[in-house]
């Protein structure tokens, strides 16, 4: 991975951390962090997006007591949070892999084409 694919895959992760965390605030704000305060995604101005579909798949963003509304669950969001940085590394464990088997082939390539 080049220098460029690098720091587009680190911008693309940054801006994805960005709107995570305006969905959350937005929930935060409006006072939807609990069943009995849940609020319509349209009403918090939150239109489909993946992070928001990904914060309901972990069961951050969990469904409120009455239909259409939703509320952020603090205690999910906590769980949630501590557990990116390990899959981070995990991800970034497999491209590190991934690399050195790359390197070796390169390598190897490169003294088989020398004899």
């Known amino acids: ?10 911008a693309a992760v940054a801006a994805k951390r960005r709107r995570t965390n305006a969905i959350l605030d937005a929930f935060r704000l409006a006072g ?13 101005g939150l ?5 928001l579909d990904d914060l309901m798949t972990k069961g951050v963003i969990v ?7 939703w509320y952020l669950s603090e205690a999910a ?18 491209v ?4 050195t088997i790359l390197g070796a082939a390169l390598l190897i390539g490169i003294v088989e084409q020398q004899r």
Do not use: I, N, Q
Request: proline share 4%; aromatic share 4%; net charge neutral.
């Open 47 to 51: 239109s489909g997006s993946s992070e």
């Open 32 to 44: 939807a962090t609990a069943p009995e305060r849940a609020t319509s995604t349209a009403d918090l």
């Open 96 to 99: 590190l892999v991934a690399l």
């Open 77 to 94: 969001f906590v769980e949630y949070r501590d557990e990116r940085p390990a899959r981070a590394m995990r991800v970034l464990s497999l």
């Open 1 to 10: 991975m080049g220098t460029g694919a690098a720091m587009a895959a680190a």
């Open 63 to 69: 469904a409120g007591s009455r239909g259409g509304t």
